[in-house]
T-cell receptor, first 117, second 114 residues
Framework: GAVVSQHPSWVICKSGTSVKIECRSL??????MFWYRQFPKQSLMLMAT?????????EQGVEKDKFLINHASLTLSTLTVTSAHPEDSSFYIC?????????????FGPGTRLTVT | GENVEQHPSTLSVQEGDSAVIKCTYS??????FPWYKQELGKRPQLIID?????GEKKDQRIAVTLNKTAKHFSLHITETQPEDSAVYFC?????????????FGQGTTLQVKP
């Protein structure tokens, strides 16, 4: 149980283009999903909290117009990096809360490696 | 939550020895403390967690201890094996409301030498 998938696993795009990353909870419904960014050899930095049917909550310093989040259903959240630049190259990971063990238990997707050229 | 400090940043042990990683947190209201293991290029995996109503939890070779008074919790791995080599992250709730947000420690790179 508690399986989270992400697609794509890696993507290379040109500067100025947009990239969409999908996060799905496969065997449970997730009312809350989280999006993280992780640079090499660094910790996970929370970007935003995604709640089904409502607007995402962004962490301080994260541009909401650049990182568009849509939580369309209880099993799907998407992150779109708009007008990507080389500094957006990173490992993007989503997580989902299963809900049974309390609000803080998070299960992570496999991550998406984004490279902007 | 709010601020989580993790030490050491790197740890090298011989196979069979024990490894201990420690984290301190600043918010005394925090009540949930997970530990994640992340292998290179892979997702963080929850390996053990503890809630504030207990002081210790054990699962085979791994254990977590919690000292609420001192606001620190530790991961203990006994009889380490090469496959334990990975980056380990502690975490604690972020903020006082029930948002589910976690703040992560800086990570500890554990190397188990065969």
């Amino acid at each position: 149980g508690a399986v989270v998938s992400q697609h794509p696993s890696w993507v290379i795009c040109k500067s100025g283009t947009s990239v969409k990353i999908e996060c799905r909870s496969l065997d449970f419904q997730a009312t809350t999903m989280f999006w993280y960014r992780q640079f090499p050899k660094q910790s996970l930095m929370l970007m935003a909290t995604s709640n089904e049917g409502s607007k995402a909550t962004y962490e301080q310093g994260v541009e909401k117009d650049k990182f568009l989040i849509n939580h369309a259903s209880l099993t799907l959240s998407t992150l779109t990096v708009t007008s990507a630049h080389p500094e957006d190259s990173s490992f993007y990971i989503c997580s989902a809360n299963q809900g049974w063990g309390g609000p803080y238990e998070q299960y992570f997707g496999p991550g998406t490696r984004l490279t902007v050229t | 939550g709010e601020n989580v400090e993790q030490h050491p940043s790197t740890l090298s042990v011989q196979e069979g020895d024990s490894a201990v990683i420690k984290c301190t947190y600043s918010d005394s209201a925090s009540n949930y403390f997970p530990w994640y293991k992340q292998e290179l290029g892979k997702r963080p995996q929850l390996i053990i967690d503890i809630r504030s109503n207990v002081g210790e939890k054990k699962d085979q070779r791994i254990a977590v201890t919690l000292n609420k008074t001192a606001k620190h919790f530790s991961l203990h791995i006994t009889e380490t094996q090469p496959e334990d080599s990975a980056v380990y992250f502690c975490a604690a709730p972020r903020g006082s409301s029930n948002t589910g947000k976690l703040i992560f420690g800086q990570g500890t790179t554990l190397q188990v030498k065969p």
